[in-house]
């Protein structure tokens, strides 16, 4: 079986919006949702900015007081972003107006960290009485990364395949890809997926900080600077993606509404060192060959959009650079290409789902979101990356691709839908 794809639903929560319009108008706008830390003290951090979460409250998307109280902010957030897809996509498993078989119905919910906040709390419970009995008795089903979509899957009685595909960065990549290949080879009829994390914590700040990931640069508008030449490392975004995956012909059939339609993915390990890209970009560049494989990619009539994995590392950017040369060779330079992580940070689990929503709404609008602040480019990284404003381009095949720590490479593509 090879069943056509198609996008029906659509749900964030992000810094840069709490829903699908305020996410992309702002995307659009070149609006930076990234800000000096809110939600406890940074004086003495290293590291004082983030992307957090503005004016989001979960109780809006119909989640009630005792499962925000029992969860960590990623299951939430996830929570958030899968509610307002579903209702988008107009699914339903029961009632009256029920739509889809339960057991057709899957979830491949991911988070590249799982509960932070979560493990930092009990673990202090720990330290301060080692005989652990304040330990929480929901801290495991609290904290493992599989939760989000556990969750999910529960609130939507959805009991087809449930996975939680973990790759660090490239979770929610691989999260679609995978449920792409589940509802072709004929598993599921619909899967809810993507991916949430919440790690602007200060031990979140710590970790990231200590590795040498982070920018400690203090001014929002200097801090993520993807390929820019005094890029100095990525900045952490909270929040939550989800996409809502459908059989064409079972979409059709309802009368959904369809954004576009996932026809690629591809799906590479670098097998190179724990947390640098494999600096000469072939293994990223094959990934992102098999998706344009899969899609029937033809420089003759495609004009191509590229969402940029972009951290705004040193070695990231150059890397990624040279893989686009090598996958489309001189067509590299034809390709519209940029990074919204200068406008929403990089958010690690959700981080490709976010991305996969920028490049369908730029499918579907006919915009290119800017790389913002990009005011003086690297000259190694010398591809159109869309500097600073949006522009307007008839682009019908986008790229979304993501590179995450342990070589981890997944890149989906999205054809644009006609009428």
């Not at 080879?185 to 602007?200: K, N, Q, V």
């Not at 993807?226 to 995956?245: K, Q, S």
């Not at 560049?285 to 004009?303: V, W």
């Not at 490049?359 to 003086?376: C, M, V, W």
């Amino acid at each position: 079986m090879n069943r056509r794809v198609a996008v029906t639903g659509m749900g964030i929560v992000s810094c840069v919006g709490n829903d699908i319009e305020t996410f992309w108008k702002n995307l659009q706008n070149g609006v930076c949702g990234i800000d000096r830390i809110k939600s406890f003290p940074v004086d003495d951090l290293p590291v004082k900015i983030g992307g957090e979460l503005k004016d989001f409250d979960p109780e809006r998307y119909g989640i009630e007081k005792p499962f925000i109280r029992k969860q960590d902010p990623f299951t939430i957030y996830a929570m958030a972003a899968a509610n307002q897809a579903m209702e988008d996509s107009g699914l339903k498993t029961s009632g009256e107006d029920a739509n889809i078989d339960p057991f057709k119905l899957g979830v491949y919910a991911t988070s590249g960290i799982g509960g932070f906040e979560a493990v930092v709390r009990e673990v202090g419970k720990m330290v301060e009485d080692p005989s652990g009995r304040w330990v929480s008795p929901n801290f495991v089903a609290t904290m493992i990364p599989n939760m989000a979509g556990g969750q999910i899957a529960i609130r939507h009685h959805a009991q087809g395949p449930c996975l939680s595909t973990l790759s660090a960065c490239a979770s929610a990549t691989h999260s679609i890809g995978e449920a792409m290949r589940a509802i072709r080879h004929g598993y599921a009829d619909a899967i809810i997926a993507g991916g949430s994390d919440h790690c602007t914590i200060p031990f979140g700040l710590a970790c990231f900080a200590n590795a040498k990931a982070l920018t400690r640069e203090e001014d929002p508008n200097k801090a993520s600077l993807p390929f820019h030449a005094d890029r100095a490392g990525f900045v952490m975004g909270d929040g939550a993606a989800i996409l809502i995956l459908e059989e064409w012909e079972h979409a059709v059939a309802r009368g959904a509404k369809i954004y576009a339609e996932l026809v690629g993915y591809g799906s590479t390990c670098d097998a190179f060192h724990a947390t640098a890209p494999k600096p000469e970009g072939d293994t990223q560049a094959e990934c992102i060959r098999q998706a344009l494989n899969e899609a029937g990619f033809d420089e003759t009539r495609d004009k191509v959009y590229i969402n940029a994995h972009g951290t705004g590392t040193r070695l990231n950017d150059v890397t990624e650079t040279k893989a686009y040369k090598l996958a489309f060779g001189d067509f590299a330079y034809k390709c519209h290409i940029s990074s919204t992580k200068s406008m929403h940070g990089h958010m690690f689990g959700a981080t490709g789902a976010a991305e996969s929503i920028a490049t369908i709404l730029a499918l579907h609008d006919g915009i290119i979101p800017p790389t913002i602040n990009l005011d003086k480019p690297d000259p190694e990284c010398d591809l159109d990356y869309t500097p600073n404003v949006a522009v307007k381009a008839d682009v019908n095949l986008g790229l979304s691709d993501n590179f995450g720590f342990g070589g981890h490479n997944a890149c989906l593509a999205f054809r644009k839908v006609n009428g």
